[in-house]
């Protein structure tokens, strides 16, 4: 069960909160729709149900709100907008990178796919995927890790009637092994198809919670589809029946020669058209909408349906001007009121519970379900509907007690039923919360990286370009053996290699890799801790790899067109290998940071090539600047430090390192490092005790 309570959105400029006080409940087993015009707030209501947006409120998934929910993932599936992703990822590797996400077995995304019918095309692109296919695997992205509860958001749109038929059976099937479905909809012909309870939204409010046939029987009303060529004439005519007859009917143009009739029957409006010599192309029974102008809030008392027997209305709502005499002897147009208004003796209703009691004026045929301080009229007969268990019948519906019992006087401006002190409190702040993180960060990081061609088009770009200007450097001459295997020349702050792996680091934090573990539009991936040390790893070894298999091919290259003796290894090469191979991974890693922090692949690419722009002569400044002592004989005193020896020669490792780290670029590489790790692990503290 989905229970939410007083979701309020932040006010905005001059503007009313997109979400005023809305409370509603859905039950397990069924579904239930969030029905309301677009504007209406259905989205915003999600976002705050979801904890996407700041606001007020508190919504609970079967007792529990969402942020003490060890696994939102497993609790509630989400679809908000298109399924986000790389357009070149298959279907089958994304979803099996949401499997590591939500921490379920690999095996999960055949039987999803299976489930929603693309397991024929689980190679294809997300790119390539029509608007009916994108529902599919939104669909199969969100039963991944087989929740119970589902939240969409306008799931069926841009669908066509079959495709909407497919979906709607699905989400039965789902609320008929006992979960609860929770969708959106600005259609009041699907909420009432479909859905088992509807909750109508206007301008941010609930003004009806009904079940699906008193929804379709108070809000929604049949009419007469009438096409003819002479459709105004028809229209007037059955004006002019209406009124004779004192009957209710109002004839709608829709445009053109269609025209929709409220109140009449196919046989009547035939009869009327058969006697005056009216052709007639189409005459059938339809469910209309909820009539023109029932998407506008009321602000006028409802006219009773009688009061104006017969109207004729464009699309629009509005009466248009007729020159015949029977269209000028009918009067005023009014509007329409689907349901007859209650009498000024009718019961308001109050909604109490512990110290909340709520009153506002009734809509025809709907609860009221507005949270405040009753405030009736002396003696005004109410009705009570208490919320508290011992208040719902034996299927959890309310109960409303009849009371008139007289009220005490009170002065104007006091509260009767509770003083100010007793008041409760405002609904409890929603704050925006980070998504949980992969339940299996280093699968999931995997997956994502080789999931698509792009760090392998990088890595295969990386060694063409070294190896042509490996060869280049080789002609001209003048370059040094070590820089001619990194293909590094002098003029070039950082070789091609360092580029490709500061450019493999800064795609982990770009904007293209979205974390949907909960919902589709919380952003990038969150800092957590244990997926950056998942995504250092993997980015370290992809690097780590770049680089030696940059040497390699430039070695290669150089033997097959100048021979052995440029492609011959130095006599140092374990120091400078070692060096090497830190400059490429520290690139990497600085990508990595600067991405993570800044939240985009541009700033990582820039963090890496401001490290021998910029910081680079700054370090160089301070070491070859004026100084009463050196760091001369380090290697020996490191030496003599180290007594025992360590296996396999590792203090020659260290020694290396150690001179990696005192040259100019290693100290700008590790200073840069240092203080993106420091922002780094700073935002995500901050974010952490927020």
Not at 269 to 280: D, K, T
Not at 295 to 302: M, N, V
């Amino acid at each position: 069960m989905i229970q939410a309570f007083g979701l309020t959105s932040n006010p905005r400029k001059e503007l009313p909160p997109a979400a005023d006080d809305v409370s509603f409940e859905a039950r397990a087993g069924r579904i239930t729709a969030l029905l309301g015009a677009p504007g209406a707030g259905k989205t915003t209501v999600l976002r705050l149900m979801l904890e996407l947006q700041q606001g007020r409120g508190i919504t609970h998934f079967r007792g529990r709100p969402l942020h003490r929910i060890a696994h939102p993932s497993r609790e509630v599936g989400v679809l908000l907008g298109d399924v986000p992703g790389h357009p070149t990822r298959t279907l089958r590797g994304h979803l099996r990178m949401l499997c590591a996400a939500a921490g379920v077995s690999v095996r999960r995304a055949d039987e999803v796919l299976e489930a929603v019918g693309l397991v024929s095309l689980r190679e294809e692109r997300l790119g390539t995927l029509s608007r009916g296919m994108d529902r599919r695997l939104g669909l199969a992205c969100v039963l991944l890790a087989d929740p119970h509860s589902l939240v969409l958001d306008d799931p069926a749109g841009g669908l066509s009637t079959r495709e909407s038929a497919w979906l709607h059976g699905m989400l039965r099937a789902h609320a008929a092994r006992g979960g609860t479905i929770l969708f959106t909809t600005a259609d009041p012909k699907e909420a009432a198809r479909t859905a088992d309870r509807v909750v109508t939204l206007e301008r941010g409010r609930v003004v009806a919670d009904q079940e699906a046939a008193e929804f379709a029987r108070t809000r929604l009303r049949p009419r007469v589809a009438v096409r003819s060529p002479h459709a105004a004439r028809l229209a007037v005519l059955l004006a002019k029946q209406a009124r004779t007859s004192q009957r209710s009917v109002e004839v709608v143009r829709e445009g053109g020669n269609h025209l929709s009739v409220y109140g009449g029957a196919c046989a009547e409006i035939g009869e009327i058209a058969f006697r005056h010599g009216i052709v007639v192309h189409q005459l059938a029974d339809e469910i209309g909408d909820m009539g023109p102008g029932a998407g506008l809030a009321h602000t006028g008392p409802r006219d009773p349906i009688l009061a104006e027997p017969a109207r004729v209305t464009d699309a629009h709502g509005t009466a248009p001007t007729s020159t015949s005499e029977e269209s000028s002897s009918a009067g005023p147009s009014r509007p329409f009121a689907p349901d007859a208004p209650a009498p000024a003796t009718e019961p308001r209703r109050v909604l109490e519970q512990g110290s909340l009691s709520t009153t506002r004026e009734p809509v025809a045929g709907e609860p009221s379900l507005c949270f405040g301080q009753s405030q009736l009229p002396d003696g005004e007969p109410h009705e009570v509907l208490d919320l508290s268990p011992a208040g719902r019948s034996a299927d959890g519906s309310l109960t409303a007690t009849a009371s008139s019992r007289p009220r005490a006087p009170h002065p104007a401006g006091v509260l009767t039923a509770r003083t100010l002190d007793a008041l409760p409190p405002l609904p409890p702040p929603i704050s925006v919360r980070p998504a949980a993180s992969p339940l299996r960060p280093l699968r999931y990081e995997i997956r994502r990286a080789t999931g698509i061609g792009t760090g392998f088009l990088t890595a295969a770009v990386v060694l063409a370009v070294s190896a042509v200007t490996a060869v280049v450097l080789a002609r001209i001459g003048h370059t040094p053996q070590p820089r001619l295997l990194a293909a590094w020349p002098q003029e070039l702050p950082l070789p091609p290699a360092a580029l490709g792996a500061g450019l493999l680091g800064a795609l982990a934090f770009g904007d293209e890799f979205r974390h949907p573990a909960l919902a589709a539009d919380r952003g990038t991936v969150p800092r957590r801790l244990g997926l950056l040390a998942a995504k250092l790893l993997v980015s370290s070894t992809a690097a780590l790899v770049l680089a030696v298999l940059t040497v390699g091919c430039d070695a290669e290259v150089l033997y097959l067109v100048y021979g052995r003796e440029l492609a011959r290894l130095p006599a140092d090469w374990v120091p400078l290998m070692t060096s090497w191979i830190g400059l490429v991974v520290g690139c990497a890693w600085a990508g990595v940071l600067a991405a993570g922090v800044f939240r985009s692949t541009t700033a990582g690419l820039a963090a890496v090539a401001a490290v021998p722009l910029l910081v680079v002569p700054v370090v160089h400044r301070l070491v070859n600047g004026p100084s009463v002592r050196t760091a001369a004989g380090l290697p020996m005193r490191l030496r003599e430090t180290l007594l025992p020896r360590w296996p396999f020669g590792g203090e020659r490792y260290l020694e290396a390192a150690l001179k990696v780290m005192s040259q100019p670029v290693g100290g700008a590489l590790t200073l840069s490092l240092t203080a993106l790790l420091c922002a780094y692990l700073l935002t995500a503290l901050r974010s952490r005790f927020r």
